[in-house]
């Protein structure tokens, strides 16, 4: 299976512009699917776009739990402090991984 590439970009304010990114990112290949973007501060890593990319620490001990339904998705997304389409998507990529 191939691996998907996502594109990250962040500018810190409205100001900034992100075209020069964006274009960099279609000039290598990146569909519109494939590319992120948050405006805020490069210092605050709560960053609403950056969080889904990342794999809380506890991932694997939430993940196998939602596997075997010892607990619900929603359950778990609450107690790692993400979303629900975020477990979801992480759970996605899991699933992928280990199928590939």
């Known amino acids: 299976m191939e691996k998907r590439v996502i594109y990250y970009a962040r500018v810190s304010s409205k100001d900034q512009n992100l075209v ?3 274009e960099a990112f279609c000039a290598a290949g ?3 699917e494939d590319i992120i973007y948050d405006v805020c501060t490069g210092a605050n890593m709560d960053r609403p ?3 889904p990319l990342k794999k809380p620490e506890e991932w694997d001990v939430y993940y196998k ?3 075997h339904k010892e607990l619900s998705a929603a359950k778990c ?4 402090k993400i979303s ?5 998507r992480l759970a996605r ?5 280990n199928r590939g």
């Open 20 to 22: 020069r990114q964006l």
């Open 84 to 88: 629900k389409s975020s477990f979801y």
């Open 65 to 67: 739990r939602w596997c």
């Open 93 to 97: 990529k899991e699933t992928e991984e």
């Open 77 to 80: 997304a609450r107690e790692m």
């Open 49 to 51: 776009e950056y969080q």
């Open 30 to 32: 990146a569909g519109d």
